[in-house]
């Protein structure tokens, strides 16, 4: 690690902690998912992107004249600092705080038998909260580097016990994909990942496109509970099909014929659940061959398919990401847009040509302002490597 920002970032280390003797940075990035929405969950398929955007974390041992000593972190963003006694974190319980993320990681790592070391950790990230870009598994996967610090864990086993994490402490019923990018992201490429085989392929995307997000700034109330309403629709729909297909085990397993066939029986919210679900699958393998054609017409149409779909029937879009996704679509060099992420709020994603990004830009922020009286932040989605430690970089 070289340059101006590793001393900046050594300089405030040392000046919170009074030392930064033994440091190390490690990076974990949020992401953009291009298509593949709540299919995660129903081991299906996702076609995420991991960013430029990222979460750093440096750590460096603390000083222990007696006792086992403590583990110290401090977020800058929430301007927060917090301690624990090392020997006290297995037995902590959630808190609804920011902190309930990296103590969930700790505890999924005493689980594993592996010992976390008092140490001092300062959190920066450029990963905007609630955004929908993944802030929460970019502040997971950090963490979990950093409290192994150096010692080795199977890629694989990173993303899933970041994934446990998240189940176990905050409680919220993720699937795998923000997890699985963070860890497996790649420059310059799209990563379709097979939620049930846990496999992935990089997807080269094709050079005359790229994508941009959007923030609507807000993140309504409902986001929470709508995602665990959404993933119990999800087994209800499993239940009710399984009568007639047994095989099921679950929305992955069942064609668009199966669906229509039992959709009757099933109650109208659910079906329209499976509906999202089984189509939104069948998109991604659609969008990743019309990627390698370079159909950019296609891949255009497959996202605003996507957003309608969960728009009209997975219900977790909003006001503002219908107007931001609409508004998008009347803006000339753009070729699809949609809802990215959870929904009821974060981001949406666009698809452009590369020489319309500024007008874009412009256009998309004055049309919002005008209607929700707020600018929304504009990220340029660049394709990045996934999490590791920061060894040479001028970066953050
Ligand atoms: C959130 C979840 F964390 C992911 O697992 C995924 O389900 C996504 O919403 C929707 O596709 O980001």
Redesign the pocket.
């Known amino acids: 690690m070289a340059g101006l920002a590793e001393s900046l970032l050594k300089t405030d280390f040392r000046k919170l902690y009074g030392s930064a003797e033994g440091m190390r940075v490690f990076r974990a990035p949020g992401r953009v998912?291009l298509i593949?929405?709540?299919?995660?969950?129903n081991l299906g398929f996702?076609l995420p992107v991991a960013l430029d955007l990222a979460t750093y974390i440096a750590t460096a041992p603390s000083a222990v004249p007696s006792g086992p000593g403590k583990l110290r972190i401090y977020s800058e963003f929430r301007q927060e600092m917090r301690e624990w006694e090392v020997a006290d974190l297995g037995a902590l319980t959630p808190q609804r705080h920011w902190t309930d993320y990296p103590i969930g990681v700790a505890q999924e790592l005493l689980r594993l038998g592996l010992a976390i070391a008092p140490a001092n950790l300062l959190i920066r990230s450029t990963v905007p909260e609630g955004s929908?870009l993944?802030s929460?598994?970019a502040l997971e996967v950090s963490t979990a580097l950093a409290l192994l610090a150096g010692r080795p864990l199977d890629p694989l086993d990173l993303a899933r016990l970041c994934?446990r994490a998240?189940h176990n402490f905050p409680g919220?019923p993720?699937?795998?994909?923000?997890q699985y990018i963070s860890v497996f992201g790649r420059e310059r490429s799209a990563v379709e990942i097979d939620c049930r085989s846990l496999g992935h392929r990089f997807v080269e995307l094709p050079a005359d496109i790229t994508f941009v997000a959007v923030n609507t700034m807000v993140k309504h109330a409902l986001a929470g509970s709508a995602?665990k309403d959404r993933v119990a629709e999800c087994a209800a729909a499993v239940a009710g099909i399984q009568r007639k297909f047994p095989v099921v085990k679950s929305l992955r397993d069942v064609s668009p014929e199966q669906l229509e066939s039992v959709e009757p029986s099933l109650p109208a919210v659910v079906a329209r659940r499976a509906r999202h679900v089984v189509t939104e699958d069948a998109r991604v393998g659609r969008y990743v061959d019309a990627s390698a054609r370079g159909d950019l017409a296609l891949m255009g149409k497959l996202l605003v398919e996507s957003h309608r779909s969960l728009q009209h029937d997975y219900e977790v879009s909003c006001a503002e990401l219908d107007f931001l996704v609409a508004t998008a679509l009347t803006i000339d060099g753009v070729l699809g847009s949609r809802m990215t992420?959870?929904?009821f709020g974060g981001c949406t994603v666009t698809m452009l040509r590369p020489d319309a990004v500024t007008r874009f830009s412009e256009e998309i922020a004055r049309a919002y302002q005008r209607q929700f009286q707020a600018t929304p932040q504009v990220y340029a989605c660049r394709p990045s490597a996934g999490a590791g430690e920061v060894k040479d970089s001028e970066e953050f």
């Not at 593949?36 to 969950?41: F, I, P």
């Not at 993720?174 to 923000?178: E, K, L, R, T, W």
């Open positions: 998912n593949g929405e709540h299919t995660d969950y996702v929908g993944s929460s598994a994934q998240e919220i993720c699937g795998i994909m923000d995602y992420g959870g929904g």
